[in-house]
């Protein structure tokens, strides 16, 4: 059960944390899937569908850069079973008010060392909600929910997530997209600021849930270690009009008795 401080925290500040819901044994499996992603990954030449799921790949100084692995339990069993696990589902159905629920993410993010991935200031909902009717909000409070493990610890320089407190209700503020493009942590013309985010403090295990509208950004890792984080986002039945890429994407999952 979520706890009513949880609530708040989700539909008002924007997001909850749950510290070490998975075990050290479980984090290596998710290391040893995203090691097999890599290698995959090395194989292709170019962002492409490949093997069940969609690998978003670039390149920075002659090598290969892993934007983003989306739909990874296409291609990854292990981490298609946590996509189910009630860890994650049981507290996303309790925020959606419904037992039943879409999933449209299983997305795997690496940002090894200065490899130069960053996601500029941005909420969820522009990558939800794609315009001409491919989005709805059937339960009038975002119909969707991101959880995201921490499968490295986020430490200052690793590149951790940052979120603008209180946006978590706010609702879609049309955000440009050049603002989600951003490798800058302060463009200079934000409806906010970008000053007073807080920086969340992670441990490989622990579960960071947030809605659509909750403003989060994160910049380049620094660090001399990986900085991987597994990402799986459930809707209210409904609100998705979308086909996302991926074998078996957008599956429907059910928790009892919520
Ligand atoms: O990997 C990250 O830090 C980006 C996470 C993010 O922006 C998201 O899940 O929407």
Redesign the pocket.
């Known amino acids: 059960m979520l706890t009513d401080s949880e609530k708040t925290d989700f539909f008002d500040r924007g997001w909850f944390i749950r510290r070490q819901q998975f075990s050290v044994s479980e984090i290596e499996t998710m290391k040893r899937c995203f090691t097999s992603l890599e290698n995959k990954a090395r194989a292709l030449w170019g962002t492409e569908l490949s093997d069940g799921a969609f690998f978003v790949l670039g390149e920075k100084d002659g090598g290969q850069v892993i934007k983003?692995v989306v739909w990874a339990g296409g291609t990854e069993p292990e981490l298609l079973a946590i996509g189910n696990d009630e860890r994650l589902t049981r507290p996303a159905a309790d925020l959606l008010g419904s037992s039943a629920m879409e999933q449209l993410?299983s997305?795997a993010?690496f940002?090894r060392p200065r490899d130069g991935?960053t996601?500029g200031w941005?909420q969820?909902i522009q990558?939800r909600d794609k315009g001409n009717d491919t989005w709805s909000d059937p339960n009038g409070r975002g119909s969707f929910v991101?959880t995201?493990i921490a499968v490295d610890d986020?430490t200052p320089d690793s590149?951790?997530?940052k979120f603008i407190a209180g946006t978590g209700s706010i609702g879609a503020i049309g955000l440009d997209s050049h603002h989600y493009q951003s490798s800058s942590e302060q463009p200079p013309d934000l409806p906010f600021d970008p000053s007073n985010a807080v920086t969340i403090d992670a441990t490989a295990g622990d579960v960071i849930f947030?809605g659509p509208y909750a403003i989060?950004?994160?910049f380049e890792n620094t660090s001399s270690n990986y900085?991987r984080?597994f990402?799986n986002?459930y809707a209210y039945p409904g609100a998705n009009k979308r086909q996302y890429p991926g074998d078996g994407a957008c599956r429907l999952i059910t928790v009892n008795d919520v």
């Open positions: 983003r993410l997305q993010h940002k991935v996601f941005h969820d990558h991101q995201l986020m590149g951790p997530l947030f989060h950004a994160s900085r984080v990402i986002g």
